[in-house]
């Protein structure tokens, strides 16, 4: 069993930074794949960016390369999603999510853990 909790989400200007960090509980934490997602009102929850257990080779979704940043620390459980040049299309709550597998992976259904997320907005 895994819980992770978010943080580190909230309002800030159209070109500002922000950086949201995800804690998770259990002794499994570094052999899992890890996620972010984010989900804006109205639409369907989608994969921002995702990384294996040892961080290596990030995945990101066009619409965040060169912008976000994911990471990890396996030695405190914790995963990082580094936002820059925020843009209003990047306004939505924000999900961490953990994989069974050690992979990255993009679809929902291949994560079984998930947090409660963390609003970001983004004001033009």
């Known amino acids: 069993q895994v819980q992770l909790v978010e943080s580190g989400g909230g309002l800030v200007q159209a070109g500002g930074s922000l950086r949201l960090s995800c804690a998770a509980s259990?002794?499994?934490?570094?052999?899992?794949?890890m996620g972010w997602f984010r989900q804006a009102p109205g639409k369907e929850r989608e994969i921002v960016a995702a990384?294996?257990?040892?961080?290596?080779?990030?995945y990101y979704a066009d619409s965040v390369k060169g912008r976000f940043t994911i990471s990890r620390d396996n030695a405190k459980n914790m995963v990082y999603l580094q936002m820059n040049s925020l843009k209003p299309e990047d306004t939505a709550v924000y999900y961490c999510?953990?994989?069974?597998?050690?992979?990255?992976?993009?679809?929902?259904?291949?994560?079984?853990?998930w947090g409660q997320g963390t609003q970001v907005t983004v004001s033009s």
């Open positions: 999510a953990a994989s069974r597998g050690d992979a990255w992976y993009v679809r929902l259904n291949q994560y079984d853990y």
């Open positions: 259990g002794r499994t934490f570094s052999s899992k794949g």
């Open positions: 990384v294996n257990w040892s961080g290596s080779s990030p």
